[in-house]
């Protein structure tokens, strides 16, 4: 083939494969439903090829004895979230969720399907609650079945696809007509998912069926103190962290269909949620997340405007009235095209302010546990070092220890 004309077509496939990445970047698409159970498309999120994939789902006993755990949970989940993201290269982090009890209580479970978006996840989490439970064993096994086959789990046959299995008391294996854990571990095991096993507590009869379905899982079995044992010290960053997250959330604005803006509507309603619920040293550890490049899909969610103008997306002056938010709607084209700038600028600086303060913090803490004789024994450390040697196997690379 002439030379001249192959590097022509080269260049087009080029520009034209550019010009179309953007758009499947954006693009929100339907999550897998295995058992025909209704998932909501609006949480997954398209990422590029290649880019690797972590997909946890945390299966939590919510019955009367595990509300330190659940406290735990609450103020831990985004230091999880964080050490996680601290793999290279960087990875796209979803979490779900699995709540259980046992039949007669309020309910069994409840599941809260995997998502990029972390703060909906979060503002989920802050509801649960301690109660039920009292005859001892739970709904283990309905709980496990929930989180391998109700997830929306990734379809990428290299994502580290894993469920930590929190709880204190054993299964049920005396309900008829129940799938128990060797056979749901098994159908985990086809689809690439690990489970790992958390026993709070030290309950000896907990211990056997636990390490079985570590064992069964490909997994690890570790125990922590009921309450968790977790690092949690409050910080002298934290309320300022807090405070430059919550800035930096207001500089969010969504276009798109009336559909698309009302899904990013409730987003913004579960970040509120969050600054008006949850405690500062949870919203800095919130704040320390978002800045890292693995939390913008949190930070930023779908389809907005100020980074799709700033990437070079969207062009503002062509975009649709009816696509736009309601803010620029009334404004002239300069003024819209102003408006975008300075959140722009704005969000750059304060990004800046709390990575600054997220290093600042993070010294603190590593000089702290040092001072404290170290945390080889925390729910941090223990849950860093499992992440480690299974995401190993799928080329992420771990380094240092978790995040606090």
Not at 188 to 208: F, H, R, S, W, Y
Not at 211 to 229: D, H, M, P, S
Not at 391 to 402: D, R, W
Request: proline share 5%; with cysteine; glycine share 8%.
């Amino acid at each position: 083939m002439n030379s001249k004309i192959l590097g022509t077509a080269l260049f087009l496939l080029t520009a034209a494969t550019v010009g179309f990445y953007p758009q499947l970047h954006a693009k929100l698409v339907a999550a897998p439903d295995p058992d025909g159970i209704a998932v909501d498309p609006v949480n997954v999120l398209v990422v590029p090829e290649g880019k690797p994939k972590i997909d946890v789902v945390f299966v939590l006993d919510t019955t009367g004895s595990m509300s330190g755990l659940i406290q735990t949970a609450k103020d831990k989940i985004w230091s999880i979230a964080r050490t996680m993201a601290s793999a290279q290269p960087t990875p796209e982090i979803r979490i779900g969720l699995v709540a259980y009890r046992d039949r007669g209580d309020a309910y069994v479970t409840r599941v809260t399907d995997l998502s990029a978006d972390l703060d909906s996840v979060y503002a989920t989490l802050m509801d649960y609650q301690a109660d039920g439970g009292g005859d001892t064993p739970e709904s283990v096994n309905a709980a496990l079945a929930d989180a391998v086959h109700r997830m929306s789990w990734s379809q990428d046959s290299q994502a580290y696809q894993v469920i930590f299995l929190v709880g204190d008391a054993p299964p049920h294996m005396d309900y008829a007509g129940e799938m128990r854990y060797p056979e749901i571990v098994a159908a985990a095991k086809e689809k690439g998912i690990v489970i790992n096993t958390i026993q709070c507590g030290l309950m000896p009869i907990t211990i056997d069926p636990w390490e079985r379905i570590a064992a069964l899982g490909q997994g690890r079995f570790f125990q922590v103190e009921q309450a968790g044992g977790a690092v949690a010290w409050t910080t002298p960053f934290d309320s300022d962290i807090a405070q430059l997250s919550a800035r930096l959330d207001r500089t969010r604005l969504y276009y798109g269909t009336v559909e698309e803006k009302e899904t990013m509507q409730a987003k913004m309603a579960a970040t509120d949620k969050l600054h008006a619920e949850a405690s500062v040293a949870s919203l800095a550890r919130r704040g320390a997340f978002n800045a890292s490049a693995a939390g913008k899909a949190n930070s930023l969610g779908s389809k907005e405007l100020v980074d799709a103008v700033t990437r070079g997306e969207v062009d503002l002056a062509t975009l649709d009235t009816d696509m736009l938010p309601a803010s620029l709607k009334p404004l002239a084209p300069a003024e819209q095209a102003a408006v975008v700038g300075r959140l722009a600028d704005e969000r750059a600086q304060l990004s800046r302010q709390i990575r600054e303060l997220a290093e600042q913090r993070d010294a603190w803490l590593e000089k702290k546990v040092e001072e404290e004789g170290g945390a080889e024994d925390s729910l941090d450390h223990k849950i860093f070092e499992t992440v480690s040697e299974q995401a190993g196997k799928t080329g992420l690379t771990y380094e240092g220890g978790p995040e606090y």
